[in-house]
């Protein structure tokens, strides 16, 4: 079965623009087009797509996701190659995923503060304690 690009934008969320970008951008060089020149994509065209789009989402470069594309498109000889990438990237979205749990942790706690009974008397203790700290630091 094939899908026309409006297809393919519903089915994957991406707008019809995007697709045409990527294709642009030569990350779609498996697509093919009909006798009127209109892109055609397969089951697996969405497949990759579906890829790209994860890889996207996780801010991978156009230019690296481009050069995934191509390893792929080159068959099994590179999987080394695609390893190797796929692990830097894995490596990049583990670190932001630690950085994210440490931003969740501080909105966490303030909002224990905020929520709590005590959060009127907390908040004006902190802002008391500020304006000490910063008295004292003008001597």
């Known amino acids: 079965m094939t899908y026309t690009i409006k297809e393919v934008a519903q089915k994957t969320g991406l707008s019809i623009y995007t697709l045409r970008f990527y294709d642009k951008q030569g990350l779609l060089p498996f697509v093919m087009r009909n006798e009127a020149g209109y892109r055609t994509f397969t089951e697996s065209d969405l497949s990759i797509i579906h890829t790209i789009c994860c890889l996207k989402n996780t801010d991978m470069k156009i230019s690296d996701i481009r050069q995934y594309v191509d390893y792929v498109m080159a068959g099994s000889a590179t999987i080394g190659k695609r390893i190797k990438l796929l692990s830097a ?22 909002l224990n503060i905020y929520q709590s009974p005590e959060a009127v008397e907390t908040i004006n203790q902190a802002r008391q304690y500020v304006k000490e700290e910063k008295q004292a630091s003008k001597m």
Request: proline share 0%; aromatic share 4%; charged share 35%.
């Open 89 to 110: 990237q894995r490596a990049k979205v583990l670190a932001k995923q630690q950085q994210l749990t440490e931003n969740l942790k501080e909105i966490d706690y303030k």
